[in-house]
């Protein structure tokens, strides 16, 4: 086994990868979430079903890796305030939301979610793991530079972020630009600092 | 007309509606949002299909206002604060979120949004003009109270609101508790505090 991954497997490995997810976003264009099958991915991928399985667990989640984020999210680079780095990812996030593919896939994704638990618990330890992971590194970061006392609690941040893009992107369905971008992020930032903040809370009126 | 509204036309009008959406509630329940039809209903109601249409425009717009609210809804009562008032509404948003008929029915809608920009429209037209008057509602309080300068942007608010709920609930379908609501308040409330409070500003470390 070691001796395969000397040999090159792991660009092997990602050489399929890429080509699955590069054919699924291609039959996605053309065909449509409900036109998407996993041999026909396979077939244009030139690889085979079984292949597609071993990373994907599901056709919700296949589509979701090729149309929105891959569970493996890189942390923006560090801008130097908690302020920016929030702006950053805030910036990645409506743009992957808003591309045509993502569009087309977050609907059919949420009725799969509603379907099977089984896909549910996926997403979540694939996605959202690895989405929490990337603002765990942001919020560590403001705590390094002192702007934070401690760490707010992840997953709030992360449904504020995530929550208002996606509810602007798809189910408001409103133009979420750069002014809507900063505001968010002003009231997010004010009020992560203010929340692990008593010397700020102190100066707080009475809410 | 105005003497066939002065004899009860609004009572009789009620009824209907009432009717309507008891019956689109019993059919979402029987047989799924895909197996509605507006016929049905209307059977089921005692009604005509144009009556139904004279209240709702479409079967997305009708099932999402008897799943979730019928776009007049009432701002909770005042708890004295802010923080109070917001943490009143999230419960409300999370519970109407996690019936059972609202489950059913979010990501059908999303669907339908994506499908048509008229049904958008429509929907953004009655039930986001609907929660964003009642968000305005309590941030006038607050600046009443004094607690702010200013009343913030009603959009951002909706926004992180509303999304950070349905994110919790049907993106990430986790357990959106008593204790998320709690965290997710203490950061909005704080946020907006110190957002529009050029007095919390000036404590702010450099953001």
New interface residues.
Partial sequence: MTRVRQGGGRPRESRIDAAVLAAARELLAEVGYAGVTMDATAARAGTSKAAIYRRFRSKAELMFAAAVHRGEVTPPPDTG???GDLLALARTIRDAMSSPAA??V???V??E??RSPAV?DRL?EVF?TSERSEIETVLDRAVGR??LMRR??I??????L???????V?????DVGER?LH??V??????????V?P???A?????
Avoid: K, M, N
């Fill in positions: 305030s908690l302020r569009r087309e977050a609907p059919q949420l009725t979610i509603r549910s979540r959202v002192g702007e707010p609690d997953a709030t941040v992360h449904r504020i995530g929550g208002a893009l996606f509810f602007g798809f189910v408001v369905d409103e809507e505001q968010l002003a009231v997010l930032s004010a009020g992560v600092v203010a929340e903040s010397h700020l809370r100066h707080s009126p009475d809410i």
